[in-house]
């Protein structure tokens, strides 16, 4: 523990500049993959454990394309793109089978599909970790804002995830399918029942939740290895980020993954042996004082 | 907005408790059904990381074993007994290791390679202790596997590197370019398990044993195949220190490598990084930095060797890949098996032991062209030790200063009597 380094920090314009970008940048890329995982939870009442696994065949797809054309821009479409094609192919074969279902018999269908992505990654691109590359502009020296640091490439990763989380908000709650969506959540019979094809919208919601764990992928490529079984330690934040924040609970998992990207990142500096530590320990108090999550509204 | 779960739906209880289930079948695995029923063959079991963030790790010990024994077994074996390998995936997981190592050994293997890191290689190390198995760690760099007197027994031996080699050897270069650049402020970022505390806590030892006023100022420890170093690379930034060291390694380093860039570390602060020089990293790392520091892990051109060459152009040529620090382990490990074999013409483990103990031989990757298993703590000696600095294409190192194996030996007994295990 170091709160004299922490205390310091928290008084120097630099330090701020740094570990906030820093915080939010990293929280918002977790967000991208927790609100897939809340929304599929949220309205068709499936717990997807195989959400961590659509994160790593997005940075999959995103590695081949940018190998293939060397344009970041088609890497990012093609592991959201992708993966939301594959997540709609999953949808229609076999999650729709289990929706509602016990959690043990949704549990064993995830972890299979696990065990089978991660090996026919295997076979396709090897065992072996990879790297995916970046454009140079992404790699010019980072800027430096009252003495921070804030490299460019996080600067894009920071604008794409935030425009990307205010048109999912602006989706789910301004237009037409938002409010279907919502209504189907609450009561799919009654929404069916209204001449809307609740199969589709069920699919539709499937396919965005697996989008965005894509291009949580995708986006992530370039800072981070890329190898079979990605998706387990990115699965276990976003599940943590969805239980602080409220499960189904989308705007919840937002202040949550920022939570927990703000607290990784002055945590590193104030408790540097208990980083990690500090997520659970964030969920364990947002569970014993509001045990439905910071946004939920139902009880456990 | 709040969704509704779907009437009757799992709870968050069922949730949470799906996800301990999720966890521990992750931890324990699915059970694999081992195979490779021979005639007379010498069997020899391996469990290694064949998946995964560090899957280059076994998949490079276990190519670089094939292709050694398939030329012992192309020049008759041992009096036509012939070598077969049983090689499976731990996928990193240490229980996983260990079952599999039992595995092998209830399926009556003669000898045992541990092809896993330090974190798998104590567990395997466990399971042999009770068993008697002849076991060669071929992959377990942490001191104290052989120096710790209670960890060593009969037939356990270690055939790689080790952290008390690279840290003294890395302290003489590092106090070096302290002194020339007079870099007291350090800051060290290694990975959370045991081989990177003890070899941290070793470097700064002789760091300091060399230059007394090196100061640490600050460190941080990212778990073992962390996806995100971001909150590391922070840390460092806010520290301000003149001189990094760190033992991350593989894909770990190499992602620490790409996000350090993106913040401009490497032109802030000197980088000594002794897992650097591995073509597994090197070949990884999209715009390698110029000028870091590193230790020899394998490169084809150190030591500056024919044989080591050779080796490296027979492994490129079959697996059109390039050999890592594990390949050369991994050979030497069958170099110094076949030739105990032959010392002793059958496969009785105490037999074996006894004639690896002390055991001298010809080899590619040696300081002056070979390498000893030395008695006393049955671990390697004698291999090719130097650091240099990288530059960005081939040979990737240059400037390469080799280590002196009379003071490592001189200070190493120094550290063994620290530690009382001298």
């Not at chain 2, 590092?174 to 800051?187: D, G, H, S």
């Not at chain 2, 760190?246 to 490598?257: I, K, N, Q, R, T």
């Amino acid at each position: 523990m170091d709160l004299g380094e922490l205390v310091s920090c928290v008084g120097s314009l630099s330090c701020l500049v740094t570990q906030v970008s820093a915080g939010l940048t990293i929280g918002l890329l977790l967000f991208l993959v927790a609100s897939g995982l809340t929304l599929i939870f949220g309205v068709l009442g499936l717990v997807n454990f195989a959400h961590g696994t659509l994160y790593m065949l997005g940075a999959y797809f995103a590695l081949s394309a940018y190998a293939a054309t060397g344009s970041f821009l088609v890497s990012t479409l093609a592991g959201t793109l992708g993966v939301a094609t594959f997540g709609l192919l999953i949808e229609r074969t076999l999650f729709r089978r289990i929706y509602g279902a016990d959690v043990l018999m949704q549990l064993l269908v995830c972890y299979a599909l696990i065990l089978i992505m991660d090996d026919v990654v295997k076979i396709i691109w090897g065992g072996d970790f990879l790297k995916m590359d970046m454009p140079d502009t992404f790699r010019r020296p980072p800027f430096i804002i009252g003495g921070g640091i804030v490299p460019l490439f996080y600067l894009v990763l920071f604008g794409v995830t935030l425009a990307v989380a205010l048109l999912l908000a602006l989706c789910m709650g301004r237009t037409r399918f938002g409010r279907t969506v919502r209504a189907a959540a609450v009561n799919s019979t009654m929404v069916a029942s209204l001449g809307v094809n609740t199969n589709m919208v069920f699919a539709a919601v499937f396919a965005i939740g697996a989008a965005l764990a894509g291009l949580a992928g995708a986006l992530s490529a370039p800072i981070r290895s890329v190898v079979p079984g990605a998706g387990v330690s990115i699965l276990i934040e976003s599940f943590i980020v969805t239980v602080i924040g409220g499960m189904g609970s989308i705007g919840g998992a937002l202040v949550a993954a920022l939570l927990i990207g703000l607290t990784r990142s002055f945590g590193s500096i104030g408790f540097p042996l208990f980083t990690e530590g500090l997520m659970f320990l964030m969920m364990a108090v947002v569970l014993l004082l509001k045990p439905s999550g910071l946004a939920g509204k139902h009880p456990a | 907005m709040m969704l509704k779960t779907h009437p009757g739906g799992p709870s968050r209880r069922g949730i949470l408790m799906a996800s301990a289930g999720l966890g521990a079948v992750a931890v324990t695995g699915f059970p694999m059904i081992a195979s490779g029923q021979g005639r007379r063959p010498i069997r020899i079991g391996m469990p290694t990381i064949l998946s995964g963030r560090v899957a280059q790790l076994g998949i490079s010990s276990r190519d670089a074993v094939l292709m050694e024994v398939d030329k012992f077994n192309a020049e008759g074996g041992l009096d036509g007994r012939p070598i077969e390998m049983i090689i499976r995936d731990s996928r990193g997981v240490p229980a996983e290791a260990a079952r599999l190592a039992r595995e092998m050994i209830s399926d009556g293997v003669d000898i045992l390679f541990d092809g896993e890191p330090s974190s798998g290689g104590f567990a395997v190390h466990e399971v042999v202790r009770e068993t008697g198995t002849l076991t060669l760690h071929i992959n377990t760099e942490t001191s104290a596997m052989s120096a710790d007197p209670r960890q060593r027994f009969w037939n356990a031996f270690r055939v790689a590197r080790q952290g008390i080699h690279d840290s003294v050897a890395g302290g003489v270069y590092a106090a070096e370019i302290v002194k020339a650049r007079n870099l007291r402020r350090w800051m060290t970022i290694s990975p959370d398990y045991a081989y990177g505390r003890d070899t941290t806590a070793e470097f700064v030892e002789y760091l300091r044993y060399f230059t007394p006023d090196v100061q640490v100022v600050g460190e941080t420890w990212p778990k073992l195949f962390q996806p995100d170093y971001t909150e590391n690379v922070t840390r460092l930034a806010q520290g301000r220190p003149q001189a990094v060291y760190s033992c991350l390694w593989a894909g770990d380093l190499v992602a620490f490598v790409e996000q350090a860039a993106l913040y401009g570390l490497f032109s802030q602060s000197q980088y000594f990084a002794v897992n650097m020089a591995d073509y597994t990293t090197l070949k990884q790392i999209k715009q390698l930095p110029r000028g870091v520091h590193s230790g020899n892990r394998y490169l084809s051109s150190y030591p500056p060797q024919p044989a080591n060459a050779a080796f490296a152009r027979d492994y490129n040529r079959r697996f059109n890949n390039y050999p890592t620090n594990w390949a050369w382990q991994a050979a030497t490990a069958v170099h110094l098996t076949t030739a105990a074999l032959k010392k002793v013409g059958g496969t009785d483990p105490r037999q074996l032991a006894a004639a690896l103990k002390g055991l001298t031989i010809d080899s590619p990757f040696g300081a002056d062209g070979k390498v000893t298993m030395r008695a006393e703590d049955q671990t390697l000696v004698g291999y090719a030790i130097g650091w240099g600095t990288t530059i960005p294409t081939e040979p990737y190192v240059e400037g390469i200063q080799t280590a002196n194996w009379s003071q490592i030996f001189q200070l190493e007994q120094e550290w063994k009597k620290g530690k009382g295990w001298a």
